[in-house]
Every structure is written in C-alpha cells, then in structure tokens.
C-alpha cells in the first residue's frame, strides 16, 4: 500500500504536464500497433508471395519492410523524448519543493541530516527516482503495448491456441510478487546504507583538516570500507534477487510455449492451418517473448525508484518550522527594547536547563555584552531571540510584543547575525556582503572598509568581485570572519548581533573592527558575545552568564569592583 502510495503522490507531478505526458504515450502504442504487421507480412509473403501466378512486384516487399522499421522506430523516438520531456519537469518541480523543505523545516532536521545527504536528497534523489521510474514505465509502455497488439494478433489468428498461454498467468503471477518482495527490503536497505556512505565522505571533506591533524586517515579509510562492503553485499544481494525474475519467469512461461508449439504443429500436419497460419503464429508468438522478458526485469527498478521517491516524500512531509506569529515588528515603534522576564529553556532530551530563569533587559541602541563559560547560556538566548528556539517558560518581547505573536520573517528581519562559525557562499566578495539584497557598489566599500577588509580586496585583480571559494575556501580564516561582518554591516539591521565575531582576527583588525562597531553606539543595539573580554569593557552592561543563569550585570567598572566571576575572568586574561 505504500508503495502504491507513492506511485500515486509521485503521477501527481505529472498531472500539469498531461498531455505531453499522454502524447508520449500514445506514440508508443502507435509503435507497438506496427509490431503486428510484420508476422502478417510474413503470412502473405509466404501465401502468396512464392506462388508461380502471383503479381506482388518484388521491389515493394524490402521497401514495406524498411518503412515498417523506420516508422515503429520514429514513433519509439517521440514516445521517449515527449515521456523523458514531462518527467524532467516533474523532476524539477520536486527538487524545488524539496529544496523548499529544507529551508522550512524545523530546526531538529539538521541535527540528525547531513549537509552532503541532504545535497544528495534534493539534487540525485528525485533525478535516480523518476529516471528509474521513467525507464521502467518507458519499458512498460513500449513492451506491454507490443504485447498486447501481438497478443491480439494471436487471438486473431487462432484464440484457442493462445488461450492456453493464459493458463499459466497465477503461476507466474506468484513468482513475480515473491521475487517482488525480497527485491523492495534490499532496495530499502540499500538505499540508506547509500546515503550512510555519502554522509561520511561529507564527514571527511567538511573535516578535512581535523582528519589530517589527528592522522585518522587509516581510521577514516577502515570506516569507510566497512560501510562500503556492506553497500556492496546489500547491493549484490538486491541484483541477485532482482536476476532471478527473468529465468524464473522464462521457466514457467516456457512451459506454455512448448504446449502451444506442440499444439499448433499437430494443427498445421491435420491440415487445419497453412504454412503460412502456421508461421505467422510462430513469428507472433516468439515476439511476444522479448517484450515478456523486458516486463520480468522493470521489477527492480521500480522497486529502487519508489524506495527513492518514497525518501524524498519523507522529506518533503518534515514538519515546517512552527510560525505561530502573526503580528509583525511595527515599523514606527521608536522603542525596541528587548526583555527576558523569567526565562527558562530546556532542549528535548536534556534534563539540564539551558536557561534557568532568567531576566535581561535590552535597550534599543544600548550596547550589551554577554560573558560566561562555555555553556551558560550566552549561544541558547541568541537562539531564543532568533526563534530558532522557544522558551519552557516565560516571556521574551521585542517592542514590547511577546517574540510567540510575532511572524519569524518580521523577527528576523530586525537582526543582523556574525557567528564564529563562519558561512560564507560560493559566489563573489559583493555577493557574499549584499547576499539577497540589491548590490550598491559604494555601500559594499564602505562596509568591506569598516570590516578592515578593504585593502585585500584592492589588491585582488578582481576586486569586489573576486570569487571566495566554497564556504571561502579561498580566503584566509581572519578574512572569512571580516567578510562575515561586512555582510551583516550591509544589512543595516536594527539589532546586530556579533558571537565571538573577532575570535578569529589579530590584535591590530581586532581593534579596527571594534573601532567600527562602536560607531554605531547609541544608534544601534549591539548584543556582543565574547570570551576575549578586551571587546565587551566598553559595553553599557555586561551580564555574566553560568548554568543559565545571570550572576551578575553591571558596567566593566563596577564588576570589576565587586571582586566576582567577572573580575576573576578578567585577572585570567591579564585584562586591566
């Protein structure tokens, strides 16, 4: 039933594309309609061609003969190309859609999906599948039709003899549905060992350096190969079985051809049938064997393309990241004051609290620092803002409107994000600093300028748009970081938010990114994560975060007088 499930949601894509789809079709049954023609040519060939008085002119049998080819194989030419026309649309409408689910669904999806098996969903999924599909329903068509007009012809010419082909039909039924069987959970198991392989080859070329530091080649290698080895015994297993169709199904069909063979012999020596009765049927029957055996080996790769398709439908079904909102950030609010009031957070299957309770207040254009070892909560509130996650307990608001009524598209919108987990896209330095915004040259400058990442780009024979690699692959890891906050300079939110966003720069454009930032004290509100607490001294509060909870808040001159974990974190770093 699921599969048959499948094979319905998946014919739905095509429904736009119906009448290509159904001309496709009708050309084939056009192809295989010549097919009885050629036996029938044989027939009169043999009854009247060889006869002493006959009045064929010899010349015309060739050319009726090469027409009948060339026609069936012109009709099979646009059967295909208008089949494979429709399909790669319907292909492409699912990798749009597909695409689309990724980018909605809920942010638990990227916890248990790796980037390269996600690649592989939305690019080489649908095209596997409907390739798959497409070739075994192209096989179907050309063949069932053929055998369907010679099996009519058979009829034709004698329906007693071909009645008995159909005395095997539930004995080859039942081979067909057990081999059938087997086929579908090798497929399934074999597909996901796939996508097990592809994502520890994303492993390695994400973590390159980290395998080549650790010297875990070996290690990576033996993964692999046991993953690997068992892809190909799955595999092997699946094509064993799927090989086993069509001598099976031979079998049992060659049973009914020696009856009918020994049948129509004893008709043709009683006289009741002509030679050339006799040879038309023959040459009839023994071309309805071909396209039988073609029908016995699509059983395989149907079975793969649903096991396909079936995935990518699971993805497409992800449930979308909830958007309960329906308020939008009010343009004209002259305050957007942000307030944590009692805020607690758990994350699913941790029985530790994220945030335990705790309250923070935000003024617009203030500059705020959040400080804190590693897991206190400073990365879980910038998610909480963000609404990438929402609180237990509690209420944050922006504008005064509770961050749950307020649409995600409007929320984010108000920030502008530099992490210390650099995203960069393969594309130029100005596609990466607009990145979905309209280009303004000058305005890419002065954020490249104010990002001290100007004089590299003046010296790239390319300038703005020089091309940064995959992920910036092409940069250095402090020039990743500066082109980072150049993006979000570009953007000119209302709320900029900068997580270790200098964690990566020397001393010297350290102190020009902060001297750029500052300058938009007062006029924008600056949320500043860091461990490096030379960069949060001149914050108008800094709060110090532990165990989700804020120990203390205050200005770098009165923590440092209270004799706290701020002021011990701060004699650490030699920081006066």
């Excluded at 961050?403 to 994000?417: C, D, N, P």
């Excluded at 650099?422 to 280009?439: H, R, T």
Aim: overall charge neutral; aromatic content about 6%; some cysteine.
């Amino acid at each position: 039933m699921q599969s048959k499930e499948t094979a319905r949601r998946l014919l739905s894509y095509l429904r736009p594309h119906k009448l290509e789809f159904g001309l496709g079709i009708l050309c084939f049954f056009l192809s295989a309609a010549v097919e009885p023609l050629i036996p029938a040519l044989l027939k009169e060939l043999l009854d009247q061609g060889f006869k002493p008085e006959q009045t064929i002119p010899t010349w015309i049998m060739p050319v009726i003969v090469i027409g009948l080819f060339a026609g069936r194989g012109f009709l099979s030419f646009c059967g295909t190309y208008l089949f494979s026309s429709s399909t790669s649309k319907a292909v492409l409408t699912l990798r749009r859609e597909l695409l689309g689910a990724v980018m909605r669904a809920d942010a638990s999806l990227y916890n248990s999906l790796s980037p390269g098996v996600a690649a592989s969903r939305v690019i080489n999924d649908p095209q596997n599948a409907t390739a798959t599909l497409g070739g075994a329903v192209v096989t179907v068509l050309r063949n069932g039709t053929t055998l369907v007009a010679m099996l009519g012809y058979l009829f034709y010419l004698n329906w007693q003899l071909t009645l008995v082909t159909f005395a095997i039909a539930p004995l080859l039924a039942l081979v067909v549905r057990r081999v059938q069987q087997r086929v579908h959970r090798l497929s399934r198991s074999s597909y996901e060992l796939q996508h097990r392989l592809i994502g520890i080859v994303d492993d390695i070329t994400r973590a390159w350096r980290v395998v080549r530091t650790f010297g875990a080649a070996e290690f990576e290698q033996k993964r692999f190969d046991t993953e690997a080895q068992l892809f190909r015994r799955v595999t092997l297993k699946s094509v064993a079985a799927g090989a086993t169709m069509t001598p099976l199904t031979q079998i049992v069909a060659s049973i009914g051809v020696a009856v009918i063979l020994t049948l129509a012999l004893i008709e043709a020596r009683q006289g009741q049938a002509t030679v050339g009765d006799f040879i038309a049927f023959i040459t009839a029957m023994l071309l309805t064997i071909s396209p039988m055996k073609h029908l016995t080996d699509v059983s395989q790769p149907i079975t793969s393309g649903l096991v396909g398709a079936g995935a990518c439908f699971d993805l497409i079904d992800t449930p979308p990241e909830p958007d309960r909102g329906s308020r939008d950030v009010p343009t004209d609010t002259a305050a957007r004051d942000i307030r944590f009031e009692r805020v607690a957070l758990s994350y699913p299957g941790s029985e530790q609290k994220a945030l335990a309770g705790i309250d923070l207040a935000i003024p617009e254009g203030r500059t705020i620092a959040l400080v804190g070892p590693s897991g206190s909560g400073k990365t879980t509130v910038i998610n909480t803002l963000l609404g990438f996650v929402a609180p237990t307990s509690g209420a944050v608001t922006l504008a005064g409107i509770d961050l749950q009524e307020i649409r995600k598209a409007s929320l984010r919108s108000q920030f502008a994000v530099v992490s210390q987990d650099i995203v960069l896209f393969d594309g130029s330095i100005a596609d990466n600093v607009a990145y979905v915004q309209p280009k303004d040259p000058a305005r890419i400058e002065q954020c490249l300028k104010a990002a001290n990442l100007w004089e590299f780009v003046q010296r790239s024979p390319d300038g703005i748009e020089t091309l940064v690699g995959s992920n910036g692959s092409r940069l250095s890891g402090g020039q990743r970081q500066r082109l980072a906050i150049a993006r979000a300079l570009y953007k000119d939110a209302r709320i900029w938010v900068f997580d270790e966003a200098t964690s990566a720069l020397d001393t010297e454009s350290e102190r020009v990114v902060q001297q750029s930032i500052e300058q938009w004290h007062g006029n924008k509100t600056l949320i500043l994560i860091a461990h490096r607490l030379s960069t949060v001294r001149n914050a108008d509060c800094i709060y110090v975060l532990a165990d989700g909870r804020v120990l203390e808040q205050g200005s770098h001159a009165e923590l440092m007088t209270r004799s706290g974990l701020y002021a011990s974190m701060v004699q650490a770093q030699a920081v006066e």
